[in-house]
């Protein structure tokens, strides 16, 4: 992988980050809406309509629930590829640089982005929406430390492939 692809990947998990505080603020904004629009959308159905609308709306509150429980798994996902991306670039000293580089600053955004989605779920307006995405809460409150681990664990798996050579024997 070039650089260009590389960063194009470190851009995603910035993006997919910033998503997760965006999520917490959808789920607290639909919730408040979701009855009123029911109500309105219900009074101008016609009468002989086979939509139930308070249904319909209620599948997708429930989706964007599920896809914050999705969201952990999407973001390790990523964050893994994104550094074993740059381990596998690590070929020269100057790589080796670059690499933990990359892997300072997404340790970085880490922080950022946990300390962030805290403070705005630890709001008294979104203490019911954050309660109500559970998983993704605790996952970014351990954002950092999930980060540090997989990093480690990449420094790891990159320094015993550099010292096992050849080939063959297990």
């Not at 914050?68 to 550094?83: E, K, N, T």
């Not at 596998?88 to 955004?109: D, Y």
């Not at 996952?139 to 492939?161: K, N, Q, R, T």
Request: aromatic share 12%.
């Amino acid at each position: 992988m070039d650089k260009r692809g590389f960063v194009a990947w470190f851009l995603v998990v910035v993006v997919i980050m910033a998503f997760s505080v965006f999520a917490l603020i959808i789920n607290k904004t639909w919730s408040e809406i979701e009855t009123p629009l029911a109500a309105t959308l219900e009074n101008n159905m016609p009468d002989n309509s086979p939509v139930n609308v308070t249904e319909e709306l209620g599948k997708v509150g429930s989706t964007m629930k599920n896809f914050s429980d999705m969201l952990p798994f999407l973001i390790i996902g990523l964050l893994a590829f994104v550094m074993i991306s740059a381990g596998a670039m690590m070929k020269s000293p100057a790589m080796i640089f670059v690499g933990m580089i990359v892997m300072g600053v997404l340790l970085l955004l880490s922080v950022v982005f946990s300390n962030v989605y805290t403070g705005i779920a630890e709001a008294d307006e979104f203490a019911s929406t954050a309660s109500d995405l559970a998983i993704q809460g605790v996952f970014m409150e351990f954002l950092p430390v999930i980060v540090f681990f997989i990093a480690i664990g990449i420094v790891v798996f990159i320094l015993y492939g550099k010292s096992t050579g050849g080939g063959g024997a297990l």
